[in-house]
T-cell receptor, first 114, second 111 residues
């Protein structure tokens, strides 16, 4: 148990659906991250939030829309996804952006797009 | 960016010491070396971080030579539960551009 929870753990959605992934951290951290991990590919950093402000967006398609309402919660809104978006989506947090190298990851959401 | 190179896979047996070496020839002065562990279908877990010489915690030791162009993660007396992928990262303050996990080293521990 890392102090970072993600829901749902598994999600199957059609290409025309809209869904959201939720992440919550109970560590009092100020920075949160979304990652994508596809089969047999390295972990890819998608978004970085520091004190609820998005500080980095690594050229992620607009069909992925993050939201950070406060420093404990992070959402990833999904719409009009493609089958190649099927992957493990991981959320992480760190104490601050200056300590981003020590991140605490959640268990991930396994997403399947049909 | 300091590119890291580590073996794709390693095999070991329970009770042995495992050393995983990572090379990072272009490491910058203010960069740190960080290691993560990842089990299948789980998020990575931070193991250890160092700048130079030796760092030890309850999980592992990290050896960094004076030139810092490489580092070695040492896992003492591995068990089956240490079977995982281990990532070496070179990171600097505020620069998440360097947060590149790469393909890591897949360690398989046999009974």
């Amino acid at each position: 148990e890392t102090g970072v929870t993600q829901t749902p753990r598994h999600l199957v959605m059609g290409m025309t659906n809209k869904k959201s992934l939720k992440c919550e951290q109970h560590l009092g951290h100020n920075a949160m991250y979304w990652y994508k991990q596809s089969a047999k590919k390295p972990l890819e950093l998608m978004f970085v939030y520091s004190l609820e402000e998005r500080v980095e967006n690594n050229s992620v398609p607009s069909r992925f829309s993050p939201e950070c309402p406060n420093s404990s919660h992070l959402f990833l809104h999904l719409h009009t996804l493609q089958p190649e978006d099927s992957a493990l989506y991981l959320c992480a947090s760190s104490q601050g952006r200056d300590s981003y190298y020590e991140q605490y990851f959640g268990p991930g959401t396994r997403l399947t797009v049909t | 960016l300091a590119k890291t190179t580590q073996p794709i896979s390693m095999d070991s047996y329970e009770g042995q010491e495992v050393n995983i070496t990572c090379s990072h020839n272009n490491i910058a002065t203010n960069d740190y070396i960080t290691w993560y562990q990842q089990f299948p279908s789980q998020g990575p877990r931070f193991i250890i971080q160092g700048y130079k010489t030796k760092v030890t915690n309850e999980v592992a030791s990290l050896f960094i030579p004076a030139d810092r162009k490489s580092s070695t993660l040492s896992l003492p007396r591995v068990s089956l539960s240490d079977t995982a992928v281990y990532y070496c990262l070179v990171v600097g303050a505020y620069n998440t551009d360097k947060l590149i996990f790469g393909t890591g080293t897949r360690l398989q521990v046999f009974p």
